[in-house]
C-alpha cells in the first residue's frame, strides 16, 4: 500500500488550520492607515478627480489588507483630539528648533554642546517608542541614535544641551507622556 495514500499518514491533522494562518484575517484591518493613505494619495497627485478617488480607495484599501500578516497588532488610538494637539505642537516645535538651528549654525561653533543624553522610557510598545524616536529626529538639532529596550532608555544626540535633566524632561513631557495618554501603554 503507497503510504500517500493512507490517511493517517498525513503529517498535518489540520491543514485548515495552516491556511487561516496565511491568509488575511480582516479586509479593513488599518482604517486609519488607509484613510491617511487615501489623503496622501490625492494630494501627491494634486487632484481630485473620480479616477484618483477610485484608484486611492483602492489602495488604500489593498496595501493594508495584502500586507497586515506583517503588522503584529493594530494600536487604537484612545484620544483623538489630543493626537491634533500633539501634531500642532510637533509642528510648532520643528518651525522654532529650525530658526534656533539657523543662529546656533551661523554663530560661534564654539558655543555648541554637543551631548549624547540617555532618556529613561516609560513606553513599551514598539511602535510607540519608534513614533517617539521618529518625533525627535525630526526636530532639527536632535536625533534618535540607539533605543535600548533592555535598559530601558532611548539615546538622543542632541546639537546643543546646555542641561541633560532639562532636556531629559522636555523629550518626556512633551512627546512621551501624550504618546502614553494616546495609546494608553
Not at 493517517?8 to 487561516?20: K, L, M
Amino acid at each position: 500500500m503507497n503510504p500517500d495514500s493512507n490517511p493517517q499518514s498525513i503529517q498535518n491533522p489540520d491543514p485548515v488550520a495552516d491556511e487561516s494562518a496565511l491568509k488575511p484575517r480582516r479586509w479593513f484591518p488599518h482604517k486609519a492607515l488607509s484613510v491617511y493613505m487615501v489623503i496622501v494619495w490625492l494630494l501627491l497627485n494634486n487632484s481630485i478627480s473620480p479616477g484618483h478617488i477610485l484608484l486611492a480607495v483602492f489602495l488604500g484599501w489593498l496595501i493594508p489588507w495584502l500586507t497586515q500578516a506583517f503588522w503584529p497588532e493594530v494600536l487604537h488610538i484612545r484620544k483623538p483630539l489630543l493626537v491634533l494637539k500633539m501634531a500642532a505642537i510637533i509642528f510648532y516645535d520643528i518651525i522654532i528648533a529650525n530658526l534656533v538651528l539657523a543662529v546656533r549654525i551661523l554663530g560661534p561653533v564654539n558655543n555648541l554642546q554637543p551631548a549624547f543624553v540617555k532618556v529613561p522610557l516609560d513606553i513599551d510598545h514598539d511602535f510607540t517608542i519608534a513614533l517617539l524616536a521618529s518625533i525627535i529626529s525630526l526636530t532639527p538639532g536632535t536625533v534618535s541614535a540607539d533605543v535600548n529596550k533592555e535598559g530601558g532608555y532611548l539615546l538622543l544626540h542632541c546639537l546643543h544641551v546646555a542641561d541633560p535633566e532639562a532636556e531629559i524632561r522636555l523629550v518626556k513631557d512633551r512627546y512621551e507622556a501624550p504618546l502614553k495618554e494616546i495609546f494608553e501603554c
